[in-house]
Nanobody
Framework: QVRLLESGGGEVQAGRSLRLTCSTS????????MGWFRQIPGQEREEVAT???????RYGDSVKGRFTLSREGTKMTLYLDLDNPRTEDTAMYYC???????????????WGQGTQVTVSS
């Protein structure tokens, strides 16, 4: 059974850094796309940063140059470093995985429960 567990959310001041962590279990090999989505109340879920199953990174336009996606390979633990976050980055952040090349919204098979990030001015 695949499990994704996010941690590291909370309140952070705009311009300060925050790291989100996703601990995974049940992912039997590296043939998964993996990464992070977010959802702002009243809006659709948005792809933030994901790995294709080739290892290539994808970033949403709104976070390019500010957020960094990484992972610790042997444990398949994901990280998302939020550098210089803005108030508009306030959202619930979800760890995701899928059995597709890319983790676009329609290709995600597994979702974590989410961790709230609130960026204050």
């Amino acid at each position: 059974q695949v499990r994704l567990l996010e941690s590291g959310g909370g309140e952070v001041q705009a311009g300060r850094s925050l790291r989100l962590t996703c601990s995974t279990s049940g992912l039997t090999d590296r043939l998964y796309c993996m990464g992070w989505f977010r959802q702002i109340p009243g809006q659709e879920r948005e792809e933030v940063a994901t790995f294709e199953n080739t290892g290539r990174r994808r970033y949403g336009d709104s976070v390019k140059g500010r957020f960094t996606l990484s992972r610790e390979g042997t444990k398949m633990t994901l990280y998302l470093d939020l550098d210089n976050p803005r108030t508009e980055d306030t959202a619930m952040y979800y760890c995701v995985a899928g059995r597709s090349r890319t983790c676009s919204a329609g290709n995600v098979d597994y979702w974590g429960q989410g961790t709230q990030v609130t960026v204050s001015s």
